[in-house]
């Protein structure tokens, strides 16, 4: 259980285009997902908290008109880098955390997308 | 400021050793998560074992145990008959209140070596 998938993998795209990335709990219904940014051998550093049906939280410095984030359904959250210029080269992480429970607290992640950004 | 703070940004341990990984954070809250996660050269970061701040046991899994100390706000992860599968960077997190943000310490990169 606690199943987290991400699309696509890794992508590698050219300077000035937009690029999506779709976040999904395959397994159960997330109301909140996340949105992570990860340098190489660093911790993982929030972008943004995703709710259902409700404009994303982005946290500071993160430019919420660059990273647009849309969170649809219980189950799938998307991220679109616009207008991506090679220092959005990254990996991005997204999680998702179960809309009640015990264990409403923990979150599950997704296995990442590398972007590259030429 | 609530903080995470993983003191050991690297350590190698031969297999079938037990190795035991410290983690310790700040924070004014009394009930509260803490978690420890693993991430493998895959880059996948997978829940190794999660603590409820109110109870005093500690948790385990299989070979993963914590020593969980409240009041000196430790939360130090031992694996024990460490196996190369082990090899990873382990992050020390926790969560304030129950819908606060997760907050990581910097990680400790960890080799198992045959």
């Known amino acids: 259980g606690a199943v987290v998938s991400q699309h696509p993998s890794w992508v590698i795209c050219k300077s000035g285009t937009s690029v999506k990335i779709e976040c999904r709990s395959l397994?159960?219904?997330?109301?909140?997902m996340f949105w992570y940014r990860q340098f190489p051998k660093q911790s993982l550093m929030l972008m943004a908290t995703?709710?259902?049906?409700?404009?994303?939280?982005?946290e500071q410095g993160v430019e919420k008109d660059k990273f647009l984030i849309n969170h649809a359904s219980l189950t799938l959250s998307t991220l679109t880098v616009t207008s991506a210029h090679p220092e959005d080269s990254s990996f991005y992480i997204c999680?998702?955390?179960?809309?009640?429970?015990?264990?409403?607290?923990?979150?599950?992640f997704g296995p990442g997308t590398r972007l590259l950004v030429l | 400021a609530q903080t995470v703070t993983q003191s050991q940004p690297e350590m190698s341990v031969q297999e079938a050793e037990t190795v035991t990984l410290s983690c310790t954070y700040d924070?004014?809250?009394?009930?509260?998560?803490l978690f420890w996660y693993k991430q493998p050269p895959s880059r996948q970061m997978i829940l190794v074992i999660r603590q409820e701040a109110y109870k005093q046991q500690n948790a385990t899994e299989n070979r993963f145990s914590v020593n969980f100390q409240k009041a000196a706000k430790s939360f130090s992860l031992k694996i024990s008959d460490s196996q190369l599968g082990d090899t990873a960077m382990y992050f020390c997190a926790f969560i304030p209140n129950r819908d606060d943000k997760i907050i990581f310490g910097k990680g400790t990169r960890l080799h198992i070596l045959p």
């Open positions: 995703s709710n259902e049906g409700s404009k994303a939280t982005y």
């Open positions: 999680s998702a955390q179960f809309t009640s429970g015990s264990s409403r607290e923990t979150q599950y």
């Open positions: 924070t004014s809250e009394s009930n509260y998560y």
């Open positions: 397994d159960f219904q997330a109301t909140t």
